[in-house]
């Protein structure tokens, strides 16, 4: 099941911004939820894991079920582990489009894209979790232009291996990101612990 609550509210439980936003209440409040919140508590190893692991894991907005099946894919991949998870969430469409500028958060970016707005290669895609490959070509159908133009979001730092074109709002991804121009904040060592227990 979706979650439906507070996106800053998990912001604050990983004391990092995972949602994606501009305005992120973490910079207002940045001991966790709860009315314990502000208590300092040392966490146990398998805390920081699981804390790690829902860092990402909310970050790229996606359910435990899917989470799991990526890693599954990524254990198996040829190279490191850690890399090829982030690497394989990066892929998604979903998050091509918030990368490249189209939409100012992931969930907008699904929504932009479950509802049949945009196109890989020429084709109408509407799966989000559709995992694109280097040289495929995001665009916006012609119909929903207007619709996209509202959604679109300035303030994203474009990633080097994502060549947009603003005016024809169409984004190519161009290469597999190396680790270093991910996020390095991301601990997937501990994730990679977490599973493996």
Not at 49 to 64: F, G
Not at 87 to 108: C, H, K, M, P, Y
Not at 160 to 179: F, G, I, N, S
Request: glycine share 8%.
């Amino acid at each position: 099941m979706r979650y439906l609550g507070s996106k800053c509210k998990r912001c604050r439980a990983v004391g990092a911004s995972v949602c994606g936003r501009a305005k992120c209440a973490l910079s207002r409040r940045t001991n966790p939820p709860g009315q314990h919140g502000g208590e300092r508590k040392k966490r146990s190893e398998h805390g920081q894991q699981l804390l790690e692991k829902q860092k990402i894991r909310w970050t790229y907005d996606i359910s435990e079920k899917q989470f799991y099946k990526i890693f599954e894919v990524a254990t198996k991949a040829k190279g490191v582990t850690g890399t090829v998870l982030l690497q394989l969430l990066e892929s998604r469409l979903d998050n091509i489009v918030f990368r490249s500028g189209l939409a100012t958060s992931r969930g907008q970016a699904r929504q932009l894209v479950s509802h049949g707005h945009l196109l890989v290669n020429g084709r109408k895609a509407a799966i989000p979790s559709m995992r694109l490959r280097p040289g495929d070509v995001v665009s916006v159908k012609e119909a929903s232009n207007a619709l996209v133009k509202e959604a679109k979001a300035d303030w994203h730092i474009k990633p080097d291996w994502l060549t947009v074109d603003a005016k024809a709002m169409t984004a190519t991804y161009t290469m597999l990101p190396e680790r270093e121009q991910l996020d390095q904040s991301f601990r997937e060592n501990l994730v990679i612990e977490y599973y493996s227990r």
